[in-house]
């Protein structure tokens, strides 16, 4: 991860997204972790978006020595990769017998022919302003890795057993842990020195989720700093912020999904500031952020379960992989309304005692509940909820059941920072 002089603005970010939009496909050999995955359809036909976090796997272990040191020089060896397929296709494509689940690691090789036989794909490459180059090609050849932080072994039997499993070279394995060099203060103690807030001003930054804690007009906190990767460019925000972004205000990061904290590769000033993360294994990209932010002491992991705080209530939701295992915090403002920030947690994994809220933003920006049994919470009157979202997503965020469930159980119409019912977009408060 580079670090630029200054600060570069959305609008500047906006021009990246553009000069960069028609890049070259990389031809390469790559280590590959699934960082997501979000069914876009209905039915036995669904497909899905699958994303890949990257690296160069042409210099093997060394690649480790690239995460950690965040040279300028290795920018491009790094990138974000999305396919749409279901995940027993990609499964089939890779020679294994299991469904591609978010975490597994793969072997692939890239090339730019888009004729060539393989999975059509796209491709995020990383410039000076975080993954921006956007670029389509073929990915020809894929092997799932055999890897001492896979969620899930490999499984034996007759057809796996007799193709020899390659290895995630262990050094890689070693450096996509969250690393424990860290301040004396730990996450508790930063959060103590937060103050009340009075209101919840939830960004208008396109595809991702960023929401700023406010105190007579003052940030005192971010949950989440999100923004677009290469993939949803053309929602990415264009007008300047209207808060102080330089204030050095923790950061309470929910999971390390790429739309939650892609901003602190394009505002420099984010990466001065403290934050809060779960403890999480990561992708190649994302473990260089961790690191730097490690390196300067400014990483503090939460260390589980849930704490009361003047700003709030923070706390480990209690469901199942990155979204389900990260941080929910509960927004207590001065004039004792309560406001839910979920990340993209299912409702059911919160882990606060009270399922009641004044207000929201909705999780998973308004996309299908992980859970058939994940209800939102029930609202305090009539009280309203906002949705953070880019229009024309890839993941077509939100999802009519999303919405709907939301109002059977007495959620008002959702205000989006999208357009919608000809109001502009932009940010919103709660």
């Known amino acids: 991860m580079s670090t630029p002089e200054r600060d570069f603005s959305f609008q500047e970010a906006a021009f990246f997204f553009f000069f960069f939009g028609l890049g070259e496909f990389p031809e390469r050999h790559v280590f590959a972790r699934v960082s997501r995955i979000d069914q876009i359809g209905a039915g036995p036909l669904a497909r899905s978006v699958i994303e890949f976090d990257t690296v160069t796997a042409d210099a093997g272990d060394q690649a480790a020595d690239w995460i950690k040191s965040a040279a300028p ?3 491009a ?6 396919l749409t397929t279901t995940p027993s296709k990609f499964a089939k494509f890779a020679n294994d017998i299991v469904d591609v689940q978010p975490g597994f690691w793969f072997h692939l090789e890239l090339n ?4 060539a036989e393989g999975m059509r794909a796209w491709f ?3 410039t000076p302003l975080g993954f921006t180059a956007f670029s389509k090609g073929r990915v020809i050849k894929g092997e799932r890795l055999v890897s001492s932080i896979d969620p899930a072994p490999r499984p034996s039997s007759l057809g796996a057993a007799s193709v020899p499993a390659l290895a995630l070279p262990s050094a890689i394995a070693a450096v996509c842990r969250i690393p424990q060099r860290l301040s004396r203060l730990s996450a508790q103690d930063v959060l103590t020195r937060v103050p009340q807030a009075d209101k919840v001003l939830v960004h208008d930054v396109g595809q991702g989720s960023f929401t700023t804690l406010l105190r007579e007009g003052q940030p005192c906190l971010h949950f989440d700093v999100g923004a677009p990767t290469a993939f949803n460019a053309k929602g990415a925000r264009s007008v300047p ?3 102080d972004l330089d204030a050095r205000v923790p950061i309470v990061l929910s999971h390390w999904d790429w739309d939650h904290f892609h901003a602190a590769f394009q505002i420099q000033s984010l990466r001065r500031c403290r934050w809060i993360v779960p403890d999480q294994i990561l992708g190649p990209g994302a473990a260089r952020l961790a690191r730097g932010l490690a390196d300067a002491r400014r990483l ?3 260390s589980g379960g849930s704490s009361s705080f003047n700003v709030g209530d923070l706390g480990e939701c209690t469901g199942l992989g990155r979204n389900g295992t990260g941080l929910a915090m509960r927004a207590s403002l001065l004039d004792g309304r309560s406001i839910l920030l979920a990340g993209d947690a299912d ?10 809220f004044d207000g929201l933003v909705a999780t998973h920006h308004g996309g299908r509940a992980h859970s058939a049994f994940s209800m939102p919470p029930t609202p305090i009157g009539r009280s309203s909820y906002v949705i953070s979202y880019g229009a024309s997503n890839v993941y077509r965020h939100p999802h009519d059941e999303a919405l709907t469930l939301h109002s059977n159980v007495g959620w008002a119409d959702p ?3 999208a357009s919608f019912d000809g109001i502009a977009r932009g940010d919103r408060v709660l």
């Open 347 to 356: 409702y059911n994994s919160l882990p606060f005692g009270t399922l009641q």
């Open 73 to 75: 020089e290795h920018d």
């Open 77 to 82: 060896d790094f990138g974000l990769l999305r």
């Open 241 to 243: 912020f209207t808060v």
């Open 300 to 302: 503090y992991v939460w």
């Open 124 to 126: 995020a490459g990383s």
């Open 415 to 417: 205000v989006r920072t």
């Open 112 to 115: 730019p022919d888009q004729s």
